[in-house]
DNA sequence: CTTGGAATTGAACATCTGTTCGGTTTATCA
DNA sequence: TGATAAACCGAACAGATGTTCAATTCCAAG
């Protein structure tokens, strides 16, 4: 009575990162067994450990993976002229990136002090690199005279802070769709540095 | 060997109160048992149901509590003239309620889905409350003219998460005081919502 | 000095926790 | 067809979980 038909690694796998991220974002990562992941998978508990060798490892691999693809992700989208332009397009991917994976970006925010120190580590240090990226675009700004803060880092710091606040609201039936969000979240991103309107 | 000599009802009740904030804070609700609460406190895990029915009704109090103390001690702010200057005095006040509580402020926001669907909608509406306070004065604002955004609630979900955002990078004895955050959150605020500069 | 009740212990409860492992079935490749 | 290895089950482990309760001790009021 083992190894039923149809029982697929290849697959299997995927599916097993997936529906953890599915019940650590609504439950919290402490509050959910390694039988309630298994049992939405449909197998049995004892079968998570070919996918994984601990629920601890999960977790970290989880937000590794996260923060790992949100900075390929950056670096992907094309270099632009001039930090205010390079501000919007940082905005609206912010946005646009993060609406689209709710679930691993709640996890990445709230499940660190649920780390092992070692695992910490690691995804603080792409953390860290991240937030460099909006610092970076708004000291050339302010650089160059095209924008006004008072602080860099504590803008930068508060500039992620407002965009990743849209998923804590934002709902698929909502009363503003995507692009029009985007759009907002980017006027306001100039409006924080000072850019003056013309 | 029980009621040993020093107890104290008064005493104990705050005590606990105390201890499963600061725990559920640093751990998380569900990653926090009974044991290690009376723990803290230095009595027995039955005792602490003398103060609280259950867990899920120590966690629902505690952020109850955060919620009412939050929207009654901005009551207590006397009333401002003027749209600009009431933003300035909700930014403040916000950053400096928001600096003196982190644990409170820290649960409230991350520990909404560990709540029973009842005490969620309590929550819930309390905190609606409270988001109705900057989206009143950025309406009243753009409804006179002193300030420009495309979208009132939207420019006050992301107010407020900015605002709130301080408590993800504070520290102590970081870099800058709490008096020069305060004030540079202030200055971004009304950036965000487009104060014509002089 | 008695008495009542508040404060607390410590044991007990059924159930759940992450993880391991021997055994069993199925797909795959030679 | 036969062998190999991957995939999985189900039981088991030791310990932790929230909660209850009889028993015990202390404090304060009468």
Chains 1, 2 share one sequence.
Not at 146 to 152: E, F, G, T
Not at 175 to 195: F, K, N
């Amino acid at each position: 009575m083992a190894r039923p038909s149809g029982s697929d690694g290849g697959i299997t796998g995927p599916r097993v990162r997936q529906a953890a991220e599915r019940l650590f974002a609504r439950h919290g990562y402490a509050a959910v067994s390694m039988r309630m992941i298994a049992a939405d998978v449909g197998i049995g508990a004892g079968a998570l450990y070919h996918y994984t060798p601990d629920k601890q490892t999960l977790l970290a691999d989880m937000m590794e993976t996260h923060l790992r693809s949100l900075l390929e992700a950056w670096q992907a989208v094309a270099k632009h002229d001039g930090p205010i332009c390079a501000l919007d397009a940082f905005a609206r991917f912010h946005i646009r990136f993060h609406l689209d994976r709710p679930d691993a970006v709640f996890i990445a925010y709230m499940e660190l002090r649920s780390l092992s120190s070692e695992n910490f580590a690691q995804v603080e240090a792409l953390r860290r690199q991240y937030e460099a990226v909006p610092e970076d675009i708004i000291r050339a700004g302010v650089d160059q005279g095209l924008m006004s803060v008072a602080d860099v880092k504590l803008a930068s710091m508060a500039l992620i802070a407002m965009l990743t606040g849209v998923n804590t609201w934002f709902r698929e039936d909502g009363r503003l769709d995507r692009p029009t969000i985007e759009q907002r979240y980017a006027d306001l991103a100039r409006s924080l540095v000072g850019v003056s309107r013309p």
